[in-house]
C-alpha cells in the first residue's frame, strides 16, 4: 500500500454537449496525490471543477480519461474496492424523508453491503449528535440535524476516506464548530480528510495541505505554511508616539497612514528587510511605539494564484 490515500493522474472530464449548450472540459488533466492521514483542502473559484473532482472520486461521475486509484485501488481495476474505501457528503440535502435516522444509516449500510453484525449505527448517531432523534423521519429534523444526518451516511462504511464537499456553508456557528471537531478527531484516529470550502479561513485553520484548482487545472499543491510563505508581498506596521509631519518616503516600499495614526509600510521580502524600514524610520526622528507585520493569508495566496490574466 502506497503512503497515499488518493492518486490522480491525468485526470480529465468532458462534459458531453447538451441542448444548445457546447462540450465542456471541466477537467484537464489534473494530477494529484493526497497523502494518508491529511486534512487536505481542495480549492477553486466557483465553476473551477471541485465538484467534478469529488464526484469522479465518489463514482458519481464518469471520468473521460486518466486514472484514480483510491487507497491503492484503481477505479477500473477494483471499482468495488475503491468505492468502499471513500465515503462522500455531499452539499445537497435531499434524503428520503420517510426514513428515521436511524433507518437512513441502516439503508445507506445496506447499499455498502455493511453486514448488521459490523454495522455502527449507535456510534454514529452519538458522533453526530443525534441520538435523541434516532427515530424521528428526516422530514422532521432541521436543516443543521440534516446535515448532521449526511456526515452520518458517509460514516456507514468505515471509509479510510472522506470527502466533505462545501460541509459548512451556510451553517451556524454551533454545527460548524461541531462539524470540526468531528472531522479532527476522525482524523485524529486515522482517517484521510478532504475538504472543499468557499472560507479560506477555515482551510487555513484546518488543512495542512492544500491543492488549488482553476478552471480543471491544477494551480498549485502544497502544504498550507509553504503555500503562506509563497507571496513576496509583506507588510510593517508602525504606531509612532506622537504624528510625525511627513511620512518617510523608503526606496522600494509603499507607505502609508491608518486610520488612528498607525503608519504601514508595504514591501517585498526578496528586495527590503524589516531592519532597512525601522532604520528609515528612526533616521526620519520617528519616535515608534508598536511595531508589527502582517503575514499574508490564504486569501491573498488564492487571489494571486487564481486571478483571470487582465483582458488585453
Ligand atoms: N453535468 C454537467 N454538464 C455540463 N457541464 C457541467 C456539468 N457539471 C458541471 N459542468 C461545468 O463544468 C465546469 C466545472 O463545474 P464544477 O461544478 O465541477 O465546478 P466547481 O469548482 O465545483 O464549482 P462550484 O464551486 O461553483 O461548485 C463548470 O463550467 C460547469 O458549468
Known amino acids: 500500500m502506497s503512503q497515499n490515500a ?57 471520468k473521460s480519461a486518466g486514472t484514480v486509484r483510491i487507497w ?28 428515521s435516522a436511524r433507518g437512513a444509516l441502516d439503508v445507506q449500510a445496506g447499499l455498502y453491503g ?20 434516532a427515530d424521528a ?15 452520518g451516511k458517509a460514516l456507514v462504511h468505515a471509509p479510510h476516506v472522506l470527502v466533505l464537499d462545501e460541509p459548512t456553508a451556510g451553517v451556524d456557528i454551533e454545527l460548524r464548530q461541531m462539524l470540526w471537531r468531528n ?19 477555515e482551510a487555513q485553520d484546518m488543512c495542512g495541505e492544500i491543492a488549488i484548482i482553476n478552471q480543471g487545472e491544477l494551480v498549485v499543491q502544497d502544504t498550507t505554511p509553504n503555500l ?6 509583506k507588510t510593517l506596521v508602525i504606531e509612532p508616539e506622537t504624528a510625525p509631519p511627513a511620512l518617510p518616503a523608503i526606496d522600494g516600499v509603499e507607505v502609508t497612514s491608518r486610520p488612528g495614526g498607525a503608519i504601514a509600510f508595504d514591501y ?31 486569501e491573498d495566496v488564492f487571489l494571486a494564484l487564481t486571478r483571470s490574466p487582465a483582458p488585453a
Request: overall charge positive; aromatic content about 4%.
Open 6 to 62: 488518493i492518486e490522480i493522474e491525468g485526470l480529465q472530464k468532458t462534459y458531453a454537449a447538451r441542448k444548445g449548450q457546447p462540450a465542456k472540459q471541466a477537467l484537464k488533466g489534473i494530477d494529484l496525490k493526497i497523502p494518508q492521514g491529511s486534512i487536505f483542502g481542495l480549492l477553486g473559484p466557483n465553476g473551477a471543477g471541485k465538484s467534478t473532482l469529488i464526484n469522479i472520486l465518489a463514482g458519481l461521475v464518469r
Open 72 to 99: 491503492g485501488f484503481d477505479q477500473d481495476v477494483n471499482p468495488r474496492q475503491s468505492r468502499a474505501s471513500i465515503g462522500v457528503m455531499p452539499q445537497e440535502l435531499n434524503m428520503d424523508p420517510f426514513f
Open 114 to 133: 455493511v453486514p448488521r453484525a459490523q454495522r455502527r449505527t449507535d456510534e454514529i448517531l452519538d458522533l453526530i449528535g443525534l441520538t435523541d432523534k
Open 137 to 151: 423521519y428526516a422530514r422532521t429534523l432541521s436543516g443543521g440535524m440534516r446535515r448532521r444526518l449526511l456526515l
Open 183 to 201: 472531522v479532527r478527531r476522525l482524523n485524529e484516529e486515522g482517517m484521510t480528510i478532504i475538504l472543499t470550502t468557499h472560507y479560506l479561513e
Open 228 to 233: 503562506l510563505g509563497r507571496l513576496d508581498a
Open 268 to 298: 517585498r521580502r526578496s528586495l527590503t528587510s524589516p531592519g532597512a524600514i525601522l532604520e528609515a524610520v528612526r533616521n526620519a526622528g520617528i519616535q515608534i511605539r508598536d511595531v508589527r507585520t502582517e503575514e499574508a493569508d490564504l
